[in-house]
């Protein structure tokens, strides 16, 4: 699939024509991936960051927020319902915290792979390389970075580079794919003056980097981020700003299947916020074949405000497993068993 098809494909609102694309991604999901839908337990484990993202609730200068970093016990607390709820992964994701010491962590996850079976996914943020090479000998399988947006001056008016150089997420992700993790990536849609050519070309990069997963979402507006209370002159004129809407997110879901057909994609947190509860199914029905429920301690939940209103902020986690199941089976998929990796040709 070339760009010209993809944007056309972004652009599209005629029904028969996404229910045309709707299936194509479905067909190729079932052919590629199969009817498993994978879990994997998300536990937030840290909402410090020191980073300046204008987007991001979690953005350092947000002073409004109270700021948490989970013990060793508190997780391990996580990743005991994770293996009970029949998850296969155990995802750890956290702001970017220098306070997450390199040995502890690497402590953490040798604790984890020879307590229980359970696949390790981070999503720490960026770090030095010497960080993801400790962990991954320590046994840690995956790793999550989203290159946010592959458009260059974008990403740049958007972050500010870590105190100490230029943040390269490619140059990373290529670093993490050298170490042997399974690597994934994203991109969120509808970023004040991301235009639908943007879109394409972060699909195309998805494609062009081989990535084993791949994670995107609408974007949100925090109103307590300077880019949350951005006004019209943000955005790309009419007619070229990509919309950050329900539809357009599953045109994503669906054409990053066609472009990956093996990747692990999942329905995320996001378009389950802005759907409401059906949003996690129709990404399912749509490409996906991977949904991330939250273990993260209730009280801890809201702290981990990357945009408003997140999804299942109160749910706790025996609810929302049942809910989920059931939700699984009603669209005639099964619950994965197993680790849920990726399967097929691997990277040379
Ligand atoms: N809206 C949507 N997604 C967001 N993220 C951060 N802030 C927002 C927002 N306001 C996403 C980023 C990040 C992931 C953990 O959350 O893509 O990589």
């Known amino acids: 699939m070339g760009k010209d098809e993809i944007v056309a494909w972004l652009q599209e609102d005629g029904e028969e024509a996404l229910a045309r694309l709707w299936r194509k991604a479905d067909d190729a999901r079932r052919a590629n991936v199969g009817d498993a839908v994978h879990l994997r337990g ?108 592959s458009n260059r001056l974008l990403y740049e008016k958007i972050h500010s580079p870590r105190s100490g150089g230029e943040t390269d997420r490619l140059a990373i992700l290529k670093a993490l794919q050298g170490l042997g993790y399974e690597t994934g990536s994203g991109a969120m849609i509808g970023i004040p003056g991301q235009t639908y050519d943007d879109v394409a070309n972060d699909l195309l990069l998805f494609r062009d980097m081989d ?38 997110t599953y045109k994503v879901v669906a054409l990053s299947r066609l472009l990956c057909p093996e990747a692990n994609i999942p329905s995320t947190t996001a378009l389950a ?60 998929r099964t619950v994965g068993t197993g680790k849920g990796g990726r399967t097929g040709r691997k990277r040379a």
């Open 42 to 149: 998300l536990i937030e484990i840290s909402n410090v960051c020191v980073r300046h993202c204008s987007y991001c609730g979690l953005r350092a200068a947000n002073s409004k927020l109270h700021r948490y970093r989970m013990s060793a016990a508190e997780i391990m607390a996580c990743v005991g319902q994770a293996v009970r709820f029949g998850c296969g992964t155990v995802v750890m994701q956290a702001g970017e915290d220098d306070g997450i010491l390199t040995e502890w962590m690497g402590g953490l996850v040798r604790r984890i792979k020879k307590e229980t079976d359970l696949a390790v996914t981070l999503s720490l943020g960026e770090r030095p390389v010497e960080d993801f090479a400790a962990w991954r000998e320590a046994g840690a399988d995956r790793y999550l970075l989203r290159f946010e947006t």
């Open 211 to 248: 990535l084993d997963m791949i994670g995107v979402g609408p974007y949100i507006p925090h109103p307590d981020t300077p880019l949350g209370k951005a006004g019209p002159e943000f955005y790309a004129p009419d007619g070229l700003q990509a919309p950050g809407s329900e539809a357009m």
């Open 273 to 332: 916020t802005i759907h409401g509860a059906n949003g996690r199914e129709l990404g399912l029905l749509r490409g996906a074949n991977v949904v991330m429920p939250n273990l993260t301690p209730v009280p801890y939940r809201s702290l981990y405000e990357i945009y408003p209103n997140k999804a299942c902020i109160r749910e706790n986690p025996p609810q929302s497993f049942l809910c989920l199941r059931q939700r699984v089976r009603a669209i005639g």
